[in-house]
């Protein structure tokens, strides 16, 4: 029993030191995040009338990728190739399975198949992001307009929104002290902001 409760005491340190972080950098995933998800609204605003009821561009999947970019930018699921080529593919692995398997007496079977498809997918080319499964499900079960954009779903919103979410986090994770983007095994704070976002080849030495 002491060992048990001394495991426990052991996962709620580890889980809050790995969730924890400075006021500053908290501050910084809060600028990310409201930059980030504003200008992809800004989209919807430019593409469509402001009266439309659809938001077609603020998916829910942009709130899941906003978590990772702007407050677990070191991890591997949040990097660029991740995140960028993840969900494009994951939209690309929807559509498809939506156009070939939508079937109305099997509504669960391209909605399933969709995720799967996208995991294995994402898997096998080393992108793995997480909300690359909600993507590859919005385009099987979002709206009715979303559907009938067929493979435009994949260039707008996904390819241009995680395009927009990957500059903001370029932009904004590079000004903490504490934080790099794309992260590499350097020595931070040895860097300025200009060999952060420049010098993308730093040996691990620096």
Request: net charge positive; glycine share 8%; charged share 15%.
């Amino acid at each position: 029993m002491r060992k048990f409760k001394k495991g426990i005491q052991k996962v709620k340190m580890i889980a809050y030191k790995e969730t924890s972080h400075q006021p500053i950098d908290n501050l910084w995933s809060f600028c990310g995040a409201f930059i980030g998800i504003g200008a992809i609204g800004m989209l919807q605003q430019f593409f469509y009338h402001i009266e439309s009821e659809d938001q077609l561009f603020l998916i829910g999947a942009f709130g899941a990728s906003s978590v990772l970019l702007f407050s677990a930018s070191n991890s591997p699921l949040a990097q660029p190739r991740n995140t960028l080529f993840g969900g494009t593919l994951s939209a690309f692995v929807g559509v498809l399975t939506y156009k070939l398997f939508h079937l109305e007496e099997f509504i669960w079977l391209s909605p399933a198949l969709s995720v799967a498809l996208a995991i294995l997918v994402m898997q096998y080319t080393k992108t793995l992001h997480p909300p690359g499964g909600a993507i590859a499900l919005i385009a099987n079960i979002g709206f009715d307009e979303i559907k009938e954009m067929g493979f435009l779903y994949v260039l707008n919103p996904i390819f241009s929104g995680l395009m927009v979410l990957l500059l903001v986090a370029l932009l904004f994770n590079n000004i903490s002290k504490n934080r790099i983007y794309p992260y590499r095994d350097v020595n931070i704070r040895k860097l300025s902001y200009y060999e952060k976002l420049f010098k993308w080849k730093i040996k691990n030495s620096c």
